[in-house]
């Protein structure tokens, strides 16, 4: 059998600075060197031989077999020593080349992705092909597999199957990589940066899903929470968090305001994989001023479709709540009665509510009326003439109270004449 000859070269990285004085510390670090006329340069080919030049980084040698060799060297100079490791990769001549496309692109509907292997060249010769899938940011529709392909002689190609999963989740798009190893009888074709036995294929997976379409919805929150969750529907779910779904969020001051009602005014976050509804979370302050107040929270530089980007948040001052006792009271014409008025949630501070009647020459009320920090206060209703007015006792934002109101004809005394 002919032999091949390989010409190689050597390259390495060793000092090349003066030597340093006895004990002391070399301040030389290791870079690219370039052999030179001072060097050594002693070669194991893998094959049993070896070679020693001078001052020469080229060597030409001549294998008796094709195969996959390990060559190393040895470098040496006055300064010091290097030892180098390399392979060499000899084929026949003319070699069998083995080949596939650089890149595939598939829809994850399509169910499947054929790969066609082929070879040219030599076909005299069985050949063996190693293949690897890594799914990389396409697990969700592809799974990670390997086998072996085997050429015989005089066959030129083979398809590869590989198996494509719809996940019905949005992720817009996913990358995989094939990779090919042959057995040391041939050579790829192709080649992108590898060497001579390796191959490198990219699959692109097109996504079928749509981009799912947010909405966000209006909350009311009770005052004495320490957090609000603004509630966020999806059309759809996503396939992957951060950083492939993801919105920023701005609160924007009504009544309440940033960092007397609420502690966050702005952030972002990713949106949880196969989902169709998450949250914002706001923490909230404890403002001891009574009242129901409203802030609205834009979201704002989301990468899916908004139809709803604005939303109210009302925290509700139920501690504020009025109970009126009775809720139903029945007067004489004439007549006045006393409501007791408390507060549901006792404060530590006198809370002041204003009174209405629905129809004041019925029944008529005075306000406004002050219940005591951690007391009550009576309401008096003076019946006028009969009929069925409502009272309303609304503290100043709170949640208000009403007293239904029957007021009818009293007793007359028969008088004798």
């Known amino acids: 059998m002919q032999g091949v000859s390989a010409t190689l070269q050597a390259f390495t990285a060793i000092p090349d600075c003066p030597a340093p004085l006895p004990g002391a510390p070399s301040s030389c670090p290791p870079f ?88 040219s060249g030599d076909l005299s010769l069985a050949n063996s092909v190693d293949w690897k899938l890594v ?34 989740l949005y992720y817009g798009g996913y990358l995989a990589s094939l990779y090919f190893t042959l057995s040391p009888d041939g050579e790829m074709a192709g080649l992108t940066g590898w060497d001579a036995q390796h191959m490198y294929a990219q699959v692109i997976i097109d996504e079928a899903d749509p981009a799912p379409i947010a909405t966000i919805h209006d909350v009311s929150v009770s005052k004495t929470a320490s957090s609000v969750h603004v509630p966020i529907d999806l059309t759809g779910t996503f396939a992957a968090p951060c950083c492939r779904a993801w919105t920023g969020w701005q609160a924007i001051d009504g009544t309440a305001h940033f960092g007397v009602d609420y502690g966050q005014g702005s952030g972002g976050t990713p949106v949880p994989p196969a989902t169709t509804r998450f949250y914002l979370e706001i923490p909230l302050k404890a403002n001891p001023t009574p009242g129901t107040r409203t802030f609205d929270v ?87 003439k009969p009929g069925h007015p409502t009272i309303s006792i609304s503290p100043a934002g709170g949640t208000p109270a009403f007293v239904e109101v029957e007021v009818v004809f009293g007793r007359r005394r028969a008088v004798s004449r």
């Open 298 to 384: 834009q979201l704002q530089n989301a990468n899916f479709p908004l139809a709803r980007s604005r939303a109210t948040v009302t925290i509700v001052d139920d501690i504020s709540a009025i109970v009126a006792e009775p809720a139903q009271l029945s007067i004489v014409a004439g007549a006045s009665a006393g409501v007791t008025l408390s507060v549901a949630n006792p404060r530590t501070e006198d809370v002041t509510v204003n009174v209405t009647s629905s129809d004041p020459t019925v029944a008529s009320v005075s306000s406004p009326v002050v219940i005591p920090a951690g007391g009550h206060a009576t309401l008096l209703v003076h019946a006028l």
């Open 135 to 168: 799914p990389d940011t396409a697990t969700a529709v592809i799974g990670a597999a390997s086998g072996t392909l085997r050429f015989f002689p005089g066959e030129a190609d083979q398809i590869l199957t590989i198996p494509i999963f719809r996940d019905h």
């Open 32 to 119: 690219p060197y370039t052999i030179g006329a001072c060097d050594t340069v002693q070669w194991s080919f893998g094959d049993g031989s070896t070679l020693s030049e001078i001052g020469s980084p080229f060597v030409t040698h001549t294998y008796a077999n094709p195969g996959l060799y390990q060559v190393t060297l040895h470098i040496s100079n006055a300064l010091g020593v290097a030892d180098q490791a390399g392979s060499v990769y000899v084929t026949r001549i003319p070699a069998t080349v083995v080949s596939v496309q650089p890149s595939y692109e598939v829809n994850e509907r399509d169910g499947s992705l054929a790969v066609h292997v082929t070879r």
